[in-house]
C-alpha cells in the first residue's frame, strides 16, 4: 500500500498529479477516468471503470 497522503502542487492551470505509487496501486494508466467529489474540505478521488 501506498502513503496515505502526500503533498502535491496545484499548477497555473489548476492541474495536479497523482503520485506514481498512488496510480500503481490503483491500477491508474493514461486515458483512465476517475471520480472528482467535495465532501466538506475533502477532495475526492475515485476510480471509475467505464465499459
Not at 7 to 12: A, F, Q, R, W
Not at 17 to 24: A, G, N, V, Y
Not at 37 to 50: A, F, H, N, Y
Request: charged fraction near 25%; charge should be positive.
Amino acid at each position: 500500500m501506498p502513503a496515505v497522503e502526500q503533498l502535491v502542487k496545484i499548477t497555473s492551470a489548476g492541474t495536479i498529479s497523482i503520485p506514481k505509487d498512488f496510480r500503481k496501486y490503483l491500477e491508474l494508466q493514461k486515458g483512465s477516468y476517475v471520480r472528482v467529489s467535495v465532501e466538506g474540505d475533502r477532495l475526492i478521488i475515485k476510480k471509475v471503470t467505464i465499459s
